[in-house]
């Protein structure tokens, strides 16, 4: 049944690889619609499948002895990994298949249908989220039995869930309203052409105050005809106002700029790499270096590389914490993003990657830079990790309770490219 059923998949995917070019544009739109429909029924499969595989591992982990305070660990983490996501979305998934099966059936048949997709069902699993089990399914059923969320926009949908959480239950929608002001909070994302997103999550009240002060600060000075423009005025009176310094000042807080050398002295043009950001162009990294120097607040610490293989060379300690300049080394080399493959959250721990318990030495080429959640999620039931040997980069190999291997190379440091001979290739792929 199981091989019968992977064998059509993996004979749709192919089929969907050779898609013929020689459609007229009525077939083009009709097969858009019907991937469209595909894609939906898939994440709804997906959604039964991870409910389906919560169950059984922590049936599993039950059986094995673990406490129940530790039952579910890493279950996220396998479906995020299955999916080639972040265990945070992992998590997503699971929590809306939990949903679904459990309280809003109406949504769910509209994603086998191919009616629904997984965004706009996580829409309704949101703005539903605070109401009693009746109250959603009440929704799910005005919104979904007779199709009509299908049809809607994201916008529109939202709209309307809301508005039927607030009809249904006002005091629990408000009780939400008054718990989200704690979750208020600032991120931080990069953006295109060396910018960055900084995202201020606050209550309504608080943002609508700060964005009219910026408005009316912003108004004032065009008037006195300064020449930016009104966004350019109010992000530059954002940073002066929680700075205390002109938006054109250094920082007098640490950032951390890995550069090779010849990029720093201006022989090459290799891109460096700003933690908290990623990739940056050579010429932006020597005037953010040159800019430093000028005003005194510049330090510069080598790091040494092996040129054939750009592996970062190590710093030994017989701690069983890595000491903050082990901890930061290891940071450095994994470019400051968790490990675990296609987490990407920023890294929070220099994990062993042969447990201190095991015999595991606090060595760079025994640890890995993990976010918290990966860190506890390879501690859990079933979960392995080694350092695989490799003639390259660090490179590690995590299994998962289910026989599972996904491997994570640290990334290749600026100024060095992945150059191999076909027989080092040939080893590689051997490795690999």
Request: proline share 5%; net charge neutral.
């Amino acid at each position: 049944m199981f091989e019968s059923l992977m064998d059509q998949v993996r004979g749709a995917r192919s089929a969907l690889a050779a898609c013929p070019s020689d459609l007229t544009d009525a077939e083009r739109v009709d097969l858009l619609r019907e991937l469209e429909d595909l894609k939906c029924a898939a994440s709804a499969a997906q959604a039964v499948t991870a409910v389906e595989l919560e169950a059984s591992q922590r049936a599993a982990q039950v059986e094995a002895g673990v406490r129940a305070s530790r039952v579910g660990e890493g279950v996220a983490a396998q479906i995020g990994l299955a999916r080639r996501e972040s265990p945070h979305a992992g998590a997503r998934l699971l929590g809306l298949g939990k949903v679904l099966i459990a309280e809003m059936p109406h949504t769910l048949r509209l994603m086998q249908e191919g009616r629904l997709s997984e965004w706009r069902a996580m829409i309704l699993a949101r703005e539903t989220a605070c109401l009693s089990v009746e109250d959603r399914a009440e929704v799910d059923a005005r919104l979904c039995a007779n199709g009509e969320a299908a049809s809607m926009s994201d916008q529109g949908l939202s709209r309307a869930a809301r508005k039927l959480a607030c009809e249904l239950d006002p005091a629990a929608v408000a009780a939400r309203a008054r718990r989200a002001e704690a979750e208020r909070h600032v991120s931080l994302r990069p953006a295109p052409d060396t910018m960055c997103w900084i995202r201020v999550l606050l209550p309504v009240k608080q943002a609508v105050w700060v964005y009219a002060v910026l408005l009316t600060i912003a108004k004032n000075a065009r008037s006195q005809g300064d020449p930016r423009s009104q966004g350019q005025l109010m992000a530059d009176a954002l940073v002066e106002r929680v700075t205390s310094e002109s938006a054109e000042a250094a920082p007098k807080v640490e950032l951390k700029l890995v550069m090779s050398d010849t990029a720093f002295f201006g022989t090459s043009e290799d891109a460096a790499d700003l933690e908290g950001y990623g990739p940056v162009p050579a010429p932006w990294a020597r005037a953010f270096v040159r800019d430093a120097a000028a005003q005194a607040r510049l330090w510069v610490r080598r790091l040494y590389v092996a040129p054939s293989t750009g592996e970062l060379i190590g710093m030994d300690s017989r701690a069983r914490c890595a000491p903050g300049g082990l901890a930061a080394f290891v940071a450095t080399r994994d470019l400051g993003l968790c490990r675990t493959p296609w987490c990407g959250a920023p890294i929070r721990e220099a994990d062993h990657v042969v447990a201190y318990e095991d015999g595991g030495v606090t060595a760079a080429f025994n640890l890995q830079g993990l976010c918290r959640r990966c860190n506890l999620v390879k501690q859990a039931l079933g979960w392995r990790a080694a350092q695989v040997f490799s003639l390259w980069r660090h490179t590690v190999e995590t299994t998962t309770p289910t026989g599972h291997t996904y491997r994570s190379r640290a990334p290749a440091p600026p100024g060095h490219v992945d150059i191999y001979s076909p027989g080092e290739r040939l080893l590689l792929e051997l490795i690999a």
